[in-house]
């Protein structure tokens, strides 16, 4: 991959890590609203606020989500097959080896070495955008059909609930998001993302050096 391809990338990858930052600032303002401020605001702007808190979650994840896919593909998986022994047009090199080859090229760019990245692990953003169908599962499983969705408070919060029917709940004293009990910490994934702006920020200051 020459060096201006790799250009490409890396401001797509400071683009998309910038977007993150800011739907994660409107995050923390949203939420440094107090109880009492709240208890202060209509019905109607509670609702807006409420709304705004999983917009900016959602946002966030969604952005990451693409960071991640940048530099850790889905053809990275070994279920995915290489077709590189097919005729191509214009020898071109399939989907599949051009996204592991762009992978290594970053992971290289960046110096990241940690197989284990918390940003590698898309579990939580894929709950979210695959929504219908964890709705499909809470359908089929839940035994009282209680919902609870887009709930600001700790775990547990609501009494005599089970966890498989919360849905979407964020708790801002500690930055943990929970989806039907299991928990993902936004603060874990914010010190991920500053580690992976960070690197592509002396990345493209070394390419620019050169």
Not at 108 to 124: C, G, M, Q, Y
Not at 158 to 181: C, K, L, V
Request: proline share 3%; net charge negative; hydrophobic share 35%.
């Amino acid at each position: 991959m020459d060096k201006h391809v790799l250009g490409v990338y890396l401001s797509e990858l400071e683009s998309q890590s910038l977007m993150a930052l800011n739907a994660i600032n409107v995050l923390d303002k949203v939420t440094a609203i107090d109880h009492e401020q709240m208890m202060d605001m209509g019905s109607e702007q509670r609702i807006e606020i409420n709304k705004e808190c999983f917009r900016s979650v959602h946002s966030f994840l969604t952005h990451l989500s693409n960071i991640s896919r940048l530099i850790w593909p889905p053809a990275l998986s070994p279920k995915q097959n290489c077709f590189c022994d097919k005729p191509r047009a214009m020898g071109l090199r399939c989907n599949t080896c051009v996204a592991r080859m762009r992978s290594a090229e970053i992971l290289s760019a960046l110096n990241i070495v940690d197989p284990e990245h918390v940003l590698k692990n898309r579990t939580l953003r894929d709950h979210l955008e695959h929504f219908d169908e964890r709705i499909d599962h809470w359908m089929q499983t839940s035994e009282r059909r209680n919902y609870v969705q887009d709930y600001i408070g700790a775990k547990g919060g609501i009494q005599g609930m089970e966890e498989s029917d919360m849905m979407r709940q964020y708790d801002p004293d500690n930055g943990n998001f929970t989806f039907r009990g299991e928990t993902h910490s936004l603060v874990d994934l914010f010190a991920g993302l500053q580690d992976v702006l960070g690197r592509t920020r002396d990345a493209i200051s070394k390419s620019r050096a050169f």
